[in-house]
Protein backbone atom coordinates (compact mmCIF):
# COMPACT_ATOMS: atom_id res chain seq x y z
CA UNK A 1 0.00 0.00 0.00
CA UNK A 2 1.49 3.69 -1.07
CA UNK A 3 2.06 5.55 1.73
CA UNK A 4 -0.04 8.82 2.41
CA UNK A 5 -1.18 11.18 4.98
CA UNK A 6 -1.49 9.23 7.88
CA UNK A 7 -3.39 10.77 11.10
CA UNK A 8 -0.51 9.98 13.40
CA UNK A 9 1.48 12.50 11.14
CA UNK A 10 -1.10 15.14 10.76
CA UNK A 11 -1.51 14.93 14.57
CA UNK A 12 1.83 16.09 15.35
CA UNK A 13 1.48 19.29 12.69
CA UNK A 14 0.71 22.12 13.50
CA UNK A 15 -2.95 23.79 12.55
CA UNK A 16 -1.66 25.98 10.31
CA UNK A 17 0.23 23.66 8.14
CA UNK A 18 -3.42 21.66 8.60
CA UNK A 19 -5.10 24.38 6.82
CA UNK A 20 -2.25 24.60 4.36
CA UNK A 21 -2.65 20.76 3.67
CA UNK A 22 -6.52 20.89 3.06
CA UNK A 23 -6.57 23.65 0.93
CA UNK A 24 -3.93 21.71 -1.64
CA UNK A 25 -5.99 18.84 -0.92
CA UNK A 26 -9.13 20.63 -2.21
CA UNK A 27 -7.25 22.11 -5.10
CA UNK A 28 -6.46 18.30 -6.00
CA UNK A 29 -9.70 17.37 -5.59
CA UNK A 30 -11.23 19.89 -7.91
CA UNK A 31 -8.46 19.34 -10.57
CA UNK A 32 -9.55 15.28 -10.38
CA UNK A 33 -12.82 15.93 -10.60
CA UNK A 34 -12.55 18.18 -13.60
CA UNK A 35 -10.48 15.54 -15.49
CA UNK A 36 -13.08 13.46 -14.81
CA UNK A 37 -15.85 15.10 -16.17
CA UNK A 38 -13.65 15.73 -19.25
CA UNK A 39 -12.14 12.27 -19.73
CA UNK A 40 -8.75 12.48 -19.23
CA UNK A 41 -8.38 11.08 -15.74
CA UNK A 42 -6.30 7.91 -15.84
CA UNK A 43 -6.17 7.13 -11.94
CA UNK A 44 -9.52 7.28 -10.58
CA UNK A 45 -8.10 5.50 -7.86
CA UNK A 46 -6.27 9.04 -6.78
CA UNK A 47 -10.29 9.98 -6.60
CA UNK A 48 -10.92 7.90 -3.68
CA UNK A 49 -6.97 8.57 -1.77
CA UNK A 50 -7.55 12.25 -1.85
CA UNK A 51 -11.49 12.19 -0.30
CA UNK A 52 -9.76 10.01 2.34
CA UNK A 53 -6.79 12.48 3.07
CA UNK A 54 -9.38 15.59 3.17
CA UNK A 55 -11.18 13.80 5.22
CA UNK A 56 -8.55 12.63 8.08
CA UNK A 57 -7.30 16.39 8.05
CA UNK A 58 -10.93 17.44 8.88
CA UNK A 59 -10.90 14.53 11.86
CA UNK A 60 -7.70 15.85 13.23
CA UNK A 61 -9.16 19.40 13.17
CA UNK A 62 -12.55 18.54 14.74
CA UNK A 63 -10.24 16.29 17.67
CA UNK A 64 -8.25 19.47 18.09
CA UNK A 65 -11.19 21.73 18.33
CA UNK A 66 -13.06 19.26 20.89
CA UNK A 67 -10.16 18.94 22.92
CA UNK A 68 -9.79 15.05 22.27
CA UNK A 69 -6.22 15.45 21.49
CA UNK A 70 -3.64 18.33 21.38
CA UNK A 71 -0.36 18.64 19.20
CA UNK A 72 1.42 18.29 22.38
CA UNK A 73 -0.29 15.17 23.05
CA UNK A 74 0.64 13.54 19.85
CA UNK A 75 4.03 14.51 20.14
CA UNK A 76 4.63 12.96 23.11
CA UNK A 77 3.07 9.74 22.19
CA UNK A 78 5.32 9.64 19.10
CA UNK A 79 8.19 9.62 21.02
Known amino acids: MAKGL ?3 D ?6 DV ?3 KLK ?3 EELFNLR ?3 ATGQLESHGRL ?3 KREI ?5 VMQE ?3 GITTVEDAAEGNE
Open 55 to 59: ARIYT
Open 18 to 20: LVT
Open 6 to 8: TAD
Open 24 to 26: EAK
Open 48 to 50: RTV
Open 34 to 36: FQA
Open 10 to 15: LRTEPE
Open 64 to 66: RKL
